[in-house]
């Protein structure tokens, strides 16, 4: 059997980072998916596969190409966190799908207890990128053949078909044109988001959903301050994806884009994340994802509980139609 798809699992224990605790002590979701990786990361290396093996020997970058997790409970800056990675067992045509799992041990009501909370699910898919001037060139063994592509784009996935851009006025129409509700932010892709001297990683994808949703919000006088400010209410995720459909160059200009889909009871949203790079004239799909998010009341009367989005909020989710 491949040690990759044995039946072991591999337990990680870890803390939350303190830069994610950016309102009260309460953890983002980002952070949730950096731990995600850890854990990923440790599942590889106990089984010989670490990611400096897989690059100096193999030449292969090890990367999270899919992530879809599910947030059921909030996430403290001092809770110490148990992952808990198995292999999937369906398994997926050139990736390694695994399961993760995370609870989180936390004080009790009485001093020096503690509890356990299920703060995590999530599915996982790897893919083993060859890399560009990577010093490795053995050949893969054959429990990490499986997983090889020379590019993410190898792999199928739900990608739009390329549509033509040639200038920047091109590329506004083709993904946000008028009646869209859709908000589009352009960016260029520095070195700290990449992997291995020239490739979008992961991470840096769910980097740029956090930051959209932000400036999002911003545009739509909804914006992270103001809602805390005026009404206490605090942004909270309970569900997030973001799938990898093309490899992405450093300092390419990224093209995002954010699109409010469905309001839940007035009280959640869901929006999809959709990501292109222009190519000889043309907008090639690089990423898809989505996000439930909402806000949760700190103060006051019903605190700790859901907001309900009255007529100005739905109004700006919703670009003015109900």
């Known amino acids: 059997m491949s040690r990759l798809l044995d039946h072991e699992p591999t337990v990680y224990h870890g803390r939350p980072r303190y830069e994610g605790a950016n309102i009260r002590t309460w953890i983002g979701f980002k952070h949730f998916e950096y731990l995600v990786e850890e854990a990923v990361l440790q599942y590889f290396r106990d089984r010989g596969y670490g990611p400096a093996v897989l690059y100096h020997t193999y030449g292969l970058g090890l990367e999270i190409v899919d992530s879809s997790i599910q947030l059921p409970n909030a996430l403290n800056v001092d809770d110490e966190v148990t992952a808990t990675v198995t292999a999937a067992p369906t398994q997926p045509a050139g990736m390694l799908a695994l399961n993760v799992k995370f609870t989180a041990t936390r004080e009790a009501g009485n001093i020096g207890d503690e509890t356990e909370a299920k703060v995590l699910s999530g599915k996982v898919r790897v893919a083993l990128v060859r890399e560009k001037d990577a010093p490795g060139d053995a050949p893969a063994p054959a429990d990490l053949d499986p997983y090889v592509v020379s590019d993410v784009a190898e792999l199928d996935g739900p ?27 352009s960016w260029r892709v520095p070195y700290f988001y990449c992997h291995y001297s020239h490739r979008l990683q992961h991470s840096g994808y769910v980097r740029a959903l956090e930051e959209i949703v932000d400036r999002f919000l911003a ?11 005026e009404r206490g209410w605090i942004p909270v995720v309970s569900r997030a994806r973001v799938r990898m459909l093309a490899d992405v160059l450093m300092e390419e200009t990224l093209h995002t884009v954010f699109t409010v889909e469905d309001v839940i009871k007035n009280s959640l949203y869901t929006a999809r994340f959709d990501a292109y790079v222009r190519r000889d004239g043309r907008l090639v799909h690089t990423a898809t994802g989505s996000i439930m998010h909402g806000y949760a009341i700190s103060r006051g009367e019903g605190v700790g509980s859901l907001a309900q989005f009255d007529e100005r909020a739905l109004t700006a989710l919703l670009g003015g139609g109900r």
Not at 219 to 229: K, Q
């Open 159 to 185: 990608a739009r078909e390329p549509v033509a851009a040639a200038t920047d006025e091109d590329v506004r129409g083709a993904l946000v044109p008028e009646g869209s509700n859709a908000f589009l932010w």
């Open 219 to 229: 545009e739509r006088d909804l914006s992270i301050y103001t809602m805390l400010e």
